[in-house]
């Protein structure tokens, strides 16, 4: 007899759910099921998870191809339950090719293809349904976005559009998505899109998909105009629709938590920011090379910008940019020092000159500090006058951050969470104020 094992989470329970116990029971005589634990699914950053244990278990019976089911609860206990079960053939979606090899040891591990389309009337599920996600540009980051993706229960990516087709198209197989010829095909498809193409077309692609009715996660910076993200805001409030910023800092849980701790009052009144960030990058890459819109502030001033928003106001006094430019005439270097009413900040980033990346807010009775990565946000320190007393911080930061983006769209279009406290309109509107005067003093 032929003994076959597969694990999963099944939240939600879909047609690729459906498939994928179809293909494993085909590969031999006894299916065996491992279905998570919320505990386990917690320990290795799944998000979301909506179902009990009890539902999904009861969904995986319901299919009619487990033979067995069996509770998964630890990282280790895939190779204990082969040994255990006398296993055959372990089995997963080809959503996680490579990451499974090492059971090769123990067993023959077979990927079966993921199923591309799940958009059918199977996944309508009481309140929650999987939610749809077309993407819109193919380059690095897309392609991060596609595999945090899976982390995040309840959105799923179902395609991509590239005005270049053969981009597109590459892209689409890499992945296991599908390609839009049109963005009219994409949009009639997905509930989501997340727009990665270049700064200079966010703002008409967020545009085009909020008049089509769409959620829009757009990357940062959002526009390069006040008034076209002001509008985007709008736009999206008219239509119902839930628009986001992907500073992804704002979304990840020790970010969060510093600034709650920031604004608890412990450090006093909060009277300077200083926040840097820097990225030696390659002289070949757009960001140093375009000369509307790129150098370094355009490429990281949101980030910069965002505790410098969120702790001292949007409503700044003013502004002043000190820069090193490269031939092309674009900043390699700036810091912007930023005049508050009650003190001030200051935001330096350089994609051609190397710093200490590092976060600091000043209060009257005390500071905070982040050291880099801050902006992946998984340690700070709360400091004071009186030198040995240290408050230390630490939180988990999942991956490359994508899915607390990801997670937090999902939550509010659910009506999980309706607050926009993770990156305000306000905030998001003054980030892209700050980046229009930057390009008018640059006279780009
Ligand atoms: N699946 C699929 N097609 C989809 C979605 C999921 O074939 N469109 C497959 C997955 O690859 C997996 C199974 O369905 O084999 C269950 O998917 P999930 O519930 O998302 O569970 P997952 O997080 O993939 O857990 O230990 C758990 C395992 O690592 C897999």
Redesign the pocket.
Known sequence: MKKVI??????LFHE??Y??LQRAKALGDYLIV?V?TERYDKARG?LNVVDSLMTRIENVRKSGFADEIII?ETIGQ?ISDIKKYDVDIFT?????VGKFDYIGEYCEVVY?E??KD?SSTQLRHEAHRVQQIGIIGTGRLPARFVKES?FV?GA?ILGVYNPNKEHAAEFAKRNELKQYETLEELYEAVDIVHIASPHSTHYAYAKDALEHGKHVICEKPMTLRKAETAELYKLAREKNCVLIEDIKTAYCPGFDSLINVARSGIIGQIKYVDACFTRIADKNTRELIDVKTGGSFTEMASTLLLPIMKLMGTEYEDVRFDCIHNEQGLDIFTKATISYERGFASATCGLGVKAEGRLMIAGTEGYIVAEAPWWKTTYFEVRFEDASRVEKYTERFLGDGFRYTISDMVNRINGVTTSTMQLTKEESEAISNMIEQFLGQEER
């Open positions: 597969t694990y999963g989470t099944f939240d690729g759910h498939r994928l491992g998570t799944k998964e895939k997963v979606g080809s959503d996680w079966l993921r199923t799940i899976k229960s799923s």
